[in-house]
């Protein structure tokens, strides 16, 4: 059983920040079912595991897990933890390979997430793309880190299965591929033909889409709020599952 020192506390409880995670090349995973998915699709990344519900060791075993589990006590999980009420059971996990952007784009529909910086958004973002077969999302500099445990969270193991390349918005129009743009002015997308293929913009939860990015395309698109019941706008996550759902029944 691996030895929970105050250097091994403050390593862990350190991950909740991105400086860390890149100085320490790890990230955390916290509860029962995402730990379950990961432990099941990928082990390799899977450093260390730490419970304090001694029942949930019978069940690591099940699913088949290889590395050491260490038996902790609450106070010792509440040190570690990256949540206010800790799942009683967290991984360290070694950060997987950056991903690069894909020579060939023909027949691709990519999310491309401008300036998203709410963690809970893109979370459920990576989940609307895996569930709807987007092998990429493209994000710009500043959106939230994939690995902020509350986009883990969302995300649950979507964040690794979907692959995720950083892209300057001044290289989106050199890529290639029809760049749509999502915004409330644009064209209802219900009075359009399905794209076969694109790189779709989404904007800051705030803000909407930069004005660089909006004037380098003719083609933006919008989602009809025609039977609104008096709601004036979509978080951009709502937004995502709803394109999502609009490109796969092309």
């Known amino acids: 059983m691996e030895q929970l020192s105050k250097a091994r506390i403050k390593l862990i409880h ?16 916290e509860g029962l079912k995402i730990t379950k998915e990961l432990v099941e699709e990928h082990q390799n990344i899977v450093e260390s595991v730490y419970i304090s519900n001694p029942d949930y060791q019978s069940l690591l075993v099940e699913w088949g897990l290889k590395v050491q589990i260490n038996l902790l006590s609450e106070r010792e999980m ?19 390979a950056i991903h690069e952007i894909p020579e060939v784009l023909t027949g691709r529909k990519i ?8 963690p809970g958004n893109l979370g459920t973002i990576l989940r609307v793309a ?15 880190d994939i690995y902020n445990p509350k ?20 290289d989106l129009m050199n890529l290639g591929s029809t ?4 915004d409330m002015d644009g064209t209802d997308i219900g009075q359009l033909p399905h794209p076969k293929e694109g790189i779709f913009v989404l904007g800051n939860e705030a803000r909407g889409v930069s004005d660089a990015i909006q004037a380098s395309t003719q ?22 599952a709803i394109l999502g759902a609009w490109l796969a029944n092309e």
């Not at 999310?111 to 709410?118: E, H, I, N, T, W």
Request: aromatic residues 10%; charged residues 20%; positive net charge.
């Open 111 to 118: 999310f491309y997430l401008d300036a998203v910086r709410d």
């Open 78 to 96: 509440k040190l570690i933890s990256q949540m206010s009420t800790p799942p009683g059971i967290l991984c360290v996990c070694t950060l997987p």
């Open 14 to 29: 350190s991950l909740q920040h991105k400086k860390y995670r890149l100085k320490y090349d790890k990230f955390i995973v």
């Open 219 to 240: 083609n933006v698109i919008a989602i009809s709020k025609r039977q609104s019941l008096g709601a004036e706008s979509l978080n951009v996550a709502s937004v995502a």
């Open 179 to 182: 760049l749509y743009v999502c």
């Open 151 to 170: 986009v883990v969270q969302a995300s649950m193991t979507s964040f690794l299965r979907v692959k995720v390349c950083e892209v300057d918005p001044s």
């Open 130 to 144: 895996d569930w709807f077969g987007m092998a990429y999302i493209f994000l710009s500099p500043d959106c939230v």
